[in-house]
């Protein structure tokens, strides 16, 4: 299994729902990460998690809360969010070694009305 | 701090054309890494290229090319006889290990390569 995958593709929500993203990897990969893209811009780091433990939260606003509940699984909950939150959001994962590259999931689409 | 820059916003040619996409970076580090990716319509972002900066080795796989030069803090990509599948959005990224295994990625602000048919 070569592939990190996303649920669900697509969300929507409104202000003051709670809902979750979830992204899992079975390769084996200690290092997982949730970035941020809108529209014509290149991805932003939000939060890594290394060996189970966050390692970078790049100032994210507590709306957002990250949780690795073991190595496979990255869950991003969501909480009283924002029109502007609404974004195309990309979890990634990538061996223990540190240099590789990185693994892309296909991302959720996130709309907050 | 480290940066990617990537000068050309959107590239548009005819369908077997050769292109070339720019890529600039900076960093105080001596030891780095610098990649490539694809990002087509789909959204999943696409591994190209791992370029680590004591191999100044150029690369071909197939109909793409890097070049990377040390000298001049670049590394470009090129891609031979383009089709129109090649259409995405490509990023060049630096990348600093900052924790155990775990690495951030610093992306340029992408290059949109559109191939007409």
């Known amino acids: 299994d070569t592939e990190v995958t996303q649920t669900p593709k697509h969300l929507v929500m409104g202000m003051t729902n709670k809902k979750s993203l979830k992204c899992e990897q079975h390769m084996g990969h200690r290092a997982m990460y949730w970035y941020k893209q809108k529209a014509k811009k290149p991805p932003e780091l939000m939060f890594v998690y290394s060996y189970e433990k966050l390692s970078i939260n790049e100032s994210v606003p507590s709306r957002f809360s990250p949780e690795c509940p073991n190595s496979s699984l990255l869950n991003l909950h969501l909480h009283a969010l924002q029109p502007e939150d609404s974004a195309l959001y990309l979890c990634?994962?990538?061996?223990?070694?540190?240099?590789?590259?990185?693994?892309f999931g296909p991302g959720t689409r996130l709309t907050v009305l | 701090a480290q940066k990617v820059t990537q000068a050309q916003t959107e590239i548009s040619v005819v369908e077997k054309e050769d292109v070339t996409l720019d890529c600039v970076y900076e960093?105080?580090?001596?030891?780095?890494?610098l990649f490539w990716y694809k990002q087509p319509p789909s959204g999943e972002l696409v591994f190209l290229i791992r370029?680590?900066?004591?191999?100044?080795q150029n690369e071909i796989s197939g109909r793409y090319s890097w070049n990377f030069q040390k000298s001049t803090s670049s590394f470009n990509f090129t891609i031979t006889a383009s089709q129109v599948v090649d259409s995405a959005v490509y990023f060049c990224?630096?990348?600093?290990?900052?924790?155990?295994?775990?690495?951030?990625?610093?992306f340029g602000q992408g290059t949109r390569l559109t191939i007409n048919p």
């Open positions: 990634a994962s990538s061996p223990p070694r540190g240099a590789d590259e990185q693994f």
């Open positions: 960093t105080r580090d001596t030891t780095y890494y």
């Open positions: 370029r680590n900066s004591f191999d100044e």
């Open positions: 990224a630096l990348s600093e290990e900052v924790r155990r295994g775990a690495q951030k990625l610093v």
